[in-house]
């Protein structure tokens, strides 16, 4: 059975940093992407970050240019690199592996920023 367990979050200051890890268990083929979403208190989650199986990524505008996703070269782990930390960054931080149509969840990380 797959789990992803998510860690790194933590209350920041504004213009601050920090590194989410998300850590798979459990095997599976056909890793297609592995994605980082958010959920702020009163909004619907959101997509901010994709690595595909080809090493592709792609981000969303709110967090381009500030935040890299990457992993390791067998999957078990993947990484979200936050620099420029504003307070609208602030939320409850997922990972998410697709694989042949099935979505795998991380029970989530916060991450607080203050002003």
């Known amino acids: 059975q797959v789990q992803l367990v998510e860690s790194g979050g933590g209350l920041v200051q504004a213009g601050g940093s920090l590194r989410l890890t998300c850590v798979r268990s459990?095997?599976?083929?056909?890793?297609?992407?592995m994605d980082w979403y958010r959920q702020a208190p009163g909004r619907q989650r959101e997509l901010i970050a994709t690595?595909?199986?080809?090493?592709?990524?792609s981000y969303a505008d709110s967090v381009k240019d500030r935040f890299t996703i990457s992993r390791d070269n067998t999957w078990n782990t993947v990484y979200l690199q936050m620099n420029g930390l504003k307070p609208e960054d602030t939320a409850n931080y997922y990972c998410?592996?697709?694989?042949?149509?099935?979505?795998?969840w991380g029970q989530g990380t916060q991450v607080t920023v203050s002003s």
């Open positions: 998410c592996l697709s694989s042949k149509g099935k979505f795998y």
């Open positions: 459990g095997n599976i083929r056909d890793i297609y992407a």
């Open positions: 690595i595909t199986d080809s090493g592709r990524t």
